[in-house]
């Protein structure tokens, strides 16, 4: 495991409810990506991943309504967890720096998505997303969800990233 739960907290603006990564256990980084992330070249990182985890908790508050009786994990819910992972591509290449920044994510679209199979209560999902475009701030990602080695579902989302200084 390279991020517990504890630093995915630490990094990432959500919380639960809303909070679909266990743990990250894998980054990949291309090389020559720069150095200071208060001047990141995105485009270094065209084919960078970052690969999380997460196990489906029968607890979990969204399956309460999506479906009483027959719990499936939402498709909106499979997207954002995509999206959760992508940014710890940044955190692992600039990880002595993030201490001085605060994450501004924002989800500007999705595009082809596809839901494979049904995920449920007790799964283990491994999630991998990796930078395939950028123009600046401007992201897209590619974002697969597997399960015991067979991709459940998979789409694009396109966001806006920055690294803001915290003021202080």
């Known amino acids: 495991m390279l991020y ?12 639960p409810p809303f909070l679909f990564v ?5 980054v990949h980084l291309t090389e020559g990506w720069g150095e200071s992330i208060s001047n990141i070249n995105s485009k270094s990182f065209v084919g960078s991943y970052a690969v999380g985890d997460f196990k489906i908790r029968p607890d979990l ?23 959760q992972v992508c940014p710890f591509i940044f955190m692992n290449a600039f990880e002595d ?9 924002s989800l500007l679209g999705v595009d082809k998505t596809r839901f494979r199979k049904p995920i449920v209560p007790g799964m283990n999902i491994r999630f991998r997303g990796k930078l395939i475009k950028t123009r600046g701030p401007y992201m ?5 969800m ?6 459940v579902s998979s789409s694009e989302v396109f966001a806006l990233l920055n690294f803001n200084k915290k003021e202080g």
């Open 146 to 151: 597997e399960c015991a080695g067979e991709i």
């Open 140 to 144: 897209t990602f590619e974002c697969e």
């Open 97 to 105: 720096q993030m201490s001085d920044y605060v994450l501004d994510v």
């Open 61 to 83: 508050e969204i399956l309460k309504g999506h479906f009483p009786g027959n719990p499936i994990l939402p498709g909106v819910v499979q997207v954002e967890m995509g999206a």
């Open 22 to 26: 266990d743990s990250i256990e894998e």
């Open 4 to 15: 517990n739960k504890a630093a995915v907290l630490d990094f990432l603006p959500h919380r």
